[in-house]
């Protein structure tokens, strides 16, 4: 029988009052009250202007609870209303967040068939009494659906997604057009995207930690960060103790601890990442570059036009000057070039473009270098003679040159980029890492793919700077056959 405790929580959570929302866990026999952080990130779920709400940044910092309480209160709140809570993994989800949501109605004496019934084939879960539905949803980009426009007729009213860290943000968007379209009008409320997730260097941390951390959030993007040590749960408490003992006395390493306790983003101990963060950001400061005044172009365009252009000018290994275009416009790319080549004086061939799509009409009209991706990689000096490259192919080759310049300090940053477009050349490069290594030693550089999911975008960026490391690998009178069969 559902409890009247859960009735009075129900007529709190309505009248904003979230302070005053208690009730006894089964399990653990305590009585459980609402922490500050669950509370601030309830005000943003209910008001008027935030639509994307991020919470959590460690370990038991009441995510899951938070998730599985707001949804089912909500629910109640407002009958016939319809809510999707969401993971990458289905099978994860159900074993994570709809386990604590099922735990969270078994405390309020909730009867499966008789206060709520669940169909396993559409995974719904629907309150008889009120009428409103929890959609459990897999959340992973398709190969078959790259835009994920699967999710683009969905009609709810608010969204929940849980480790939003590994959901590619094209999902996460999708699903944000959609929130406020199921009754939010009858009862005048805000379609909401809730987003958990923990530590880590996708599009969580440039969405939420660095606007975050830099006191600089959008109105409608709002960061609650719930730490361990936030959580008054008994639980919690015992948790928070045990994993300190264990990290002293080396049981649990540096990384575990500094994302599982501290909630520290910006740790990094990737063991394939190629370059430190701080290598990254010296790129910008690096003055003592000499500029050695041989003019290069390096340009990445868009396969099929429809991402941004990216034209870089460099005087040795410094950028100089810049144009990005929103979208990739044969003409107006090779208009740039040309006015580019005669500002610079940058002779034909120390300019190249990336020969994939529109890319190939660019390097035909401008007379220029074509940039392969999948082309052999060129043969490397030892000593006094070529060796055979140890790379997949090309693309894999320049991006690990590129990373030996930025970790020697070797590369300066004077362009003028805006703000956002720092943060994204920051992003890209530090995507640069070791995706695999074969038995004979061949590397391979993270794929393009990869990158989008964890970043949500295309690395025009990236690609941009790998490819001023052409002109120092090319070797065109070398016999590639001889080092490649």
């Known amino acids: 029988m559902i409890t009247e405790e859960f009735y009075t929580n129900v007529e709190l959570y309505r009248r904003g009052l979230f302070e005053e929302i208690e009730y006894h866990d089964e399990s653990t026999n305590e009585l459980i009250t609402l922490h500050s952080k669950q509370v601030k990130a309830l005000r943003y779920l209910v008001d008027d202007t935030v639509t994307y709400v991020g919470f959590g940044g460690a370990a038991r910092g009441g995510k899951s609870v938070l998730i599985s309480l707001a949804v089912i209160l909500e629910c109640y709140c407002y009958p016939k209303t319809r809510y ?224 941004k252009a990216v034209i870089l000018v460099w005087n040795g290994w410094t950028v100089v000057d810049y144009k990005v275009y929103a979208l990739s416009k044969l003409t107006e790319i090779q208009e740039t070039i040309n006015l580019f080549r005669y500002k610079y004086q940058i002779a034909a061939h120390h300019c190249i473009a990336d020969q994939d799509g529109l890319g190939s009409g660019v390097v035909d009209n401008c007379g220029i270098v074509g940039f392969v991706n999948n082309a052999v990689p060129f043969p490397e000096m030892t000593g006094q003679t070529y060796s055979k490259p140890q790379y997949n192919h090309l693309q894999s080759q320049c991006g690990y040159k590129l990373t030996e310049r930025i970790n020697k300090h070797q590369i300066n940053i004077t362009a003028d980029f805006s703000e956002i477009e720092q943060d994204e050349i920051i992003e890209e490069i530090g995507q640069l890492k070791t995706f695999k290594i074969e038995l004979d030693g061949k590397k391979h550089l993270l794929p393009k793919a990869k990158i989008q999911e964890n970043i949500g975008r295309s690395p025009d960026f990236r690609d941009a700077f790998l490819m001023r490391s052409y002109f120092d690998v090319f070797t065109g009178e070398i016999d590639l056959e001889v080092f490649v069969n």
């Open 84 to 307: 999707l809570v969401g993971r990458k993994n289905l099978t994860m989800l159900f074993q994570t967040t709809w386990k604590t949501l099922l735990k969270m109605l078994n405390n309020f004496g909730f009867v499966i068939d008789k206060d709520y019934s669940y169909n396993s084939a559409r995974k719904e879960l629907t309150f008889h009494e009120v009428g409103s539905v929890i959609m459990a949803k897999n959340l992973e980009l398709k190969p078959s659906d790259k835009e994920a426009t699967e999710f683009g007729s969905l009609e709810i009213t608010k969204a929940f997604i849980d480790q939003s860290e590994h959901v590619n943000v094209k999902i996460i968007e999708k699903v944000g057009e959609r929130v406020g379209t199921w009754m939010n009008y009858n009862y005048d409320i805000k379609g909401k995207v809730f987003e958990a997730f923990n530590p880590a260097k996708t599009h969580v941390s440039r969405r939420y930690w660095k606007p975050y951390k830099a006191k600089k959030e959008k109105n409608t993007r709002k960061f609650v960060r719930s730490l361990p040590t936030d959580n008054p749960g008994e639980e919690a408490i015992r948790w928070v103790k045990e994993k300190e003992v264990e990290f002293r006395d080396g049981t649990m390493s540096l990384t575990e601890y500094q994302k599982q306790v501290k909630g520290n983003f910006d740790y990094d101990d990737d063991p394939t990442v190629l370059c430190k963060h701080e290598d990254i950001l010296a790129a910008f400061k690096n003055t003592h570059v000499p500029l050695t005044g041989a003019m290069y172009l390096t340009a990445d365009i868009a396969r099929l036009g429809s991402d």
